[in-house]
């Protein structure tokens, strides 16, 4: 089984930056697609950006690109989410998760079969 543990989140003024980590654990991450989703008070939850743990190749919402990388340490298994120019519509709580199939960068929730517990960031104005 695969375990998802998220760390990172808090408080920031807007413009700032912040990086999430998410460490994974049970499983080799070589055929996953790992993705990062938020959801802020009130809404669904929405897809921010998501990569191919073999290959590397990623996708973005279209609210983040150009402010957020997501990335990868095959060595420590933990994924990454590098957030800058913080805005204050960016504060929610933020999922890690993990899909085992699909072969490309899926940004529906529905695809992905493991999540984290969530880590809460705060974006002040």
């Known amino acids: 089984q695969l375990q998802l543990v998220e760390s990172g989140g808090g408080l920031v003024q807007a413009g700032g930056s912040l990086r999430l980590s998410c460490a994974a654990s049970g499983r080799t991450l070589s055929s996953y697609v790992m993705g990062w989703f938020r959801q802020a008070p009130g809404k669904e939850r929405e897809f921010v950006a998501a990569i191919r743990w073999t290959g590397g190749s990623t996708a973005y919402a279209d609210s983040v690109k150009g402010r957020f990388t997501i990335s990868r340490d095959n060595a420590k298994q933990t994924e990454y989410l590098r957030m800058n120019s913080l805005k204050p519509e960016d504060t929610a709580v933020y999922y890690c998760?993990?899909?085992?199939?699909?072969?490309?960068?899926?940004?529906?929730?529905?695809?992905?079969?493991?999540w984290g517990q969530g880590t809460r960031l705060t974006v002040s104005s």
């Open positions: 998760a993990a899909d085992p199939r699909s072969r490309g960068t899926p940004v529906v929730a529905d695809a992905y079969d493991y």
